[in-house]
């Protein structure tokens, strides 16, 4: 699913996130500075656990798992990206749209007690 280098080719070798070092292409540590390296296969970076992370609790915030996900060709990164996108301003227009509705009816029930007499 994912492009992997050939063995034998010109491709670098994995390096450290945090130090640049090089790691063994199953390091789950870096063997200089000890850090944890993000691999990007676990669950979830799986296409529908990102889906149902951003759908429910993550919203755009589940953007990075699709970057860093090895489990997702390129298309489908960008495929599952812009979903995520257009959702995440659906669910923010939404939200503002409901919010100005509420105003328009919070500002007429004050205009309305107000002509009725109260404080
Ligand atoms: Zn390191």
């Known amino acids: 699913m994912s492009p992997e280098p050939a063995a034998g080719s010109s491709a670098p070798p994995p390096t450290c996130w945090a130090c640049r070092g090089v790691v063994a292409p199953g390091d789950d540590f870096c063997r200089h ?5 993000m691999r990007g296969d676990t669950w979830y970076y799986q296409a529908g656990w990102i889906l149902f992370l951003a759908l ?12 860093r996900s090895t489990r997702l060709s390129r298309s489908d990164k960008w495929i599952l990206g812009l979903a995520i996108a257009a959702y995440s301003v659906f669910v923010l227009a939404l ?16 205009r309305l007690r107000s002509e009725l007499g109260y404080q």
């Open 33 to 37: 500075c000890g850090r944890r390296q």
């Open 56 to 67: 429910t609790v993550l919203g755009p915030f589940a953007l990075p798992l699709v970057w």
């Open 95 to 110: 939200g503002a749209w409901v919010f100005a509705l509420m105003w328009r009816h919070f500002m007429e029930i004050y």
